[in-house]
């Protein structure tokens, strides 16, 4: 509900019921009335109380009386939302089963959830998440040529599916990574339900409390949350123009028992940094002395637009110690959920075991349909159509955003993210508020951040709308900035 | 490799090597040259040592000296196994990644391993594991009717996915659990990678080191590894012809914190047996009693062969206390994994928090697929088709069975399985030596024991192979046990 509403929460002053009770019985009544949906994202206190004529106080207390009830959330640099089932969490007993949870629930950021809730969201232009352009996606390509293989193949689906994957798709797979340079025998590959399985997994085989991960931060927000799942502590690291800065890697390796570096090196998410060819080499030398595993992240390395990126650490490692992720979400469309998972036979055994005991086995019916695509050789030349789509929305984002000089959005050489910094007085998540309340979704720095840096930092991913709708949205931020913000870009 | 083989296996006595030294060389080099496949399952230690002509204390050193360095690995009532990737373990260094791991492999049974082996060996008739009949497999039909739904809404690969599942296909399985007494609302549902995610989520929202779960001793194998791998605990209660013992039930409810109540009441697996009536209500009475929840598998109630069966328990709870996982692999086929789980909101909107940190969501393309299908009402007579082809299966099992007086199968009412006695001088596990020589795989009793019973039990699986096959099968276990064994069943 946009802000003006919200005055219409009508408190009465000679009521006995103290004020904050009043606010939260009628925000109460209003979720059960359906006026107020789940997700729903509270003003800010210090909003609302000017909103309600209270004091701040009032309103704190009000939050703390509906979080004690169930029926909102608050989370922190994220802000406080309306719970998806407020009135089931009370009516139908399911208090019992809440202090039956050991999942470390505490331990999720509502960020992932507020990001996928923008996707869904038919209102929103959504530059908060990644999908593919309307105007080169494969589906109805991918089904078609799916349908026709199954008519020539018709027994496909009767066959039993391995754990490991569709053994057609990893023979496929086999040789698309052969043509990046990573030799993997068969062993040493395995089909994971997307990349973010792949992280649960592996998160699952060497993670409990007590273990170390090092990450970028910023960073992969799905990626830190499977592993604070876990237990583990994850150690931040800050990029430079290089990629994740070296000099303070050795040093926690120095320090703490680290299970994993988690890195993202080539058109890195969120910034599009790519970690130069120096100091993948250096990188390679520390997993080796410190004998340290590094999971490396790869959604996007041939979303190119200007040379080819180097090497992927994958390629360069001599010494097995790099476990490859690398997803179909960027290069088909995130709703497939197929990604490949590469390591030494030793683990990709194990992470088999453990998926086995997890979900028995990836899709079949997905896995046909990508190994259909992949072996007609129809990806490359998809690929490239993304290249050229994506070329042509980068100019126009340059054209749109050059005329804000309160916007400083940097270009990336591949990869499907804009880092922009906004003006020291305008925070992201603010600009979010007022975006959200036009129609435009992003995701403010912070909530990339494992250490509160990149307040006035946004990502905003271009690759979703119709071209129309991305340069709608870009424009409304232009408007918003130069309504509420004359500042110059921090 | 057959028995006979074995004995080529040559020993040296003059060597100065010891000769359990010179079993685990000769193996080791065996595995090597490929001539043991990883997988294969050593002869036991005392008929190994029969082959060999030597003490069995030798082939207990040998095993010991081989499980050391990693080319075998034994499990309890399972066998001696040549590990999966016996070379890789040590040369690729994963020696160093092993003791980097966390996950609780030791508690992992590597029974499932083997019978989804035997699903994917061309050369065995696969009485082990379930699938669906080649004369009644619907994949054909299902991808058609699938790529027909595409053409006319090519849009629908382009939608976000939201993780509690395909809207539409939310929409099917409400009216699907409404025609069968279950009231549910869409936020009471989700969609899940088959049921065994669903007990894999219940299990990590639920359990954790020094908890207990309740469930039936023989059960669901793949549902105890999901348990023990969060370090909880299973009490197992055996079962009379009602379903499990209820006095037995309320004695541990008395006794243990116990988080929920695993069940597959009607026809169990492996036994077929169905919980009476009057039976459930008592359960649900002491669900409530106990605050402890139930968690209803329910794969096959709708493949009866006779009357229907009663009520589900869900459609029996009146308190809310009732998880039902409803999957579809029975009546469509395994390699789908799609599966419906139905809870309480307040437990459906933490189990979608999970699931986003693991997969984000079931792969899209697969749900549309269900969705196409139940939407044009096939599913139903899909299922007849399946009842029908089944009973004539059973018909033909018990033909072939009672010719056979030292093998007693109970012909279920319903469901996929046969439960057999064999004779007292003849373990189950022994009799499968000899059938996996035949080109037969079946699933002996005491897999699906967590205390150790049914050793002269096995399961047979009567769907997956043709026919012609399925008699076949059945054959040579007659044979062999004519030829073995004189004795009474046990």
Excluded at 171 to 186: C, F, G, Q, S, T
Excluded at 266 to 281: A, D, E, Q
Excluded at 358 to 373: C, G, K
Aim: glycine share 6%; with cysteine.
């Amino acid at each position: 509900m946009s802000l003006a509403q919200w005055d219409q929460l009508v408190l009465d002053g000679t009521e006995k019921t103290p004020l904050y009770k009043q606010i939260s019985e009628r925000i109460e009544q209003w979720v059960q009335e359906g006026r107020l949906k789940p997700g729903t994202r509270l003003p800010s206190e210090r909003r609302l109380a000017e909103i309600l004529k209270v004091s701040r106080m009032t309103i704190t207390l009000a939050n703390e009386d509906m979080k004690a009830k169930g029926i909102v959330r608050s989370q922190q640099g994220s802000g406080t939302y309306i719970m998806r089932s407020a009135r089931s969490e009370r009516v139908e007993g399911s208090t019992v089963w809440q202090h039956h949870f050991t999942y470390q629930l505490g331990s999720m950021s509502d960020e992932m959830e507020e990001i996928m809730r923008y996707g869904l969201d038919p209102h929103l232009i959504h530059l908060a998440g990644v999908g593919t352009a309307p105007e080169v996606h494969p589906g109805i390509e991918l089904s078609q040529c799916f349908s026709e293989h199954l008519r020539k193949n018709p027994i496909l689906l009767q066959l039993p599916a391995p754990t490991q994957g569709y053994e057609p798709l990893i023979m496929d797979v086999r040789k698309w990574l052969y043509d990046r340079e990573i030799e993997a025998n068969p062993r040493e590959i395995m089909i994971v339900s997307g990349a973010m399985q792949g992280l649960d997994l592996i998160s699952r085989l060497f993670l409990g409390p007590g273990d170390y991960v090092i990450m970028e931060d910023p960073g992969f927000l799905a990626a830190s949350d499977a592993f604070t799942a876990t237990g583990a502590k994850i150690l931040r690291i800050t990029l430079d123009q290089e990629g994740i800065r070296i000099d303070s890697l050795e040093n926690l390796l120095m320090q703490f028992p680290v299970k994993f570096i988690y890195l993202n090196p080539t058109f890195h998410n969120p910034t599009g940094i790519t970690m130069s060819l120096k100091r993948r080499k250096r990188l390679l030398e520390l997993a080796k002395k410190y004998k340290v595993l590094i999971v490396e992240d790869d959604p996007s390395s041939l979303l190119y637009y200007g040379k080819k990126p180097v090497p992927s650490l994958k390629s360069l490692d001599e010494d097995n110690n790099v476990i490859y992720l690398q997803s179909f979400s960027k290069y088909l469309f995130p709703s497939l959920r197929v990604a490949v998972l590469v390591a030494p036979e030793g683990i990709v055994s194990h992470l088999v075991k453990i998926k086995q005991r997890i979900d028995l086995h990836s899709h079949n019916l997905t896995q046909i349909a990508v190994h259909a695509y992949l072996s007609e050789g129809r990806l490359e030349d998809h690929i490239e159509k993304l290249r050229q789509a994506y070329r042509g929305r980068l100019d126009l984002v340059h054209d749109v955003i050059s005329r804000n000089a309160n916007l400083r959005c940097h270009i990336p050489e591949g990869g499907v993210f804009l880092w922009c910094k906004l003006p020291c007085s305008l925070s992201a998540e603010r600009l979010l508020d007022l975006a959200i309340q036009k129609g435009v979704s992003f995701v403010p720095g912070n909530w990339l951040s494992g250490v509160g840096l990149y307040e006035n930092r946004m990502r905003l991913a271009f690759t979703h709308p119709s071209v129309d709708l991305l340069k709608r949205g870009l424009e409304v931020m232009n408007e918003i900035i130069a309504e509420h913000h004359a500042g110059q870009s921090c």
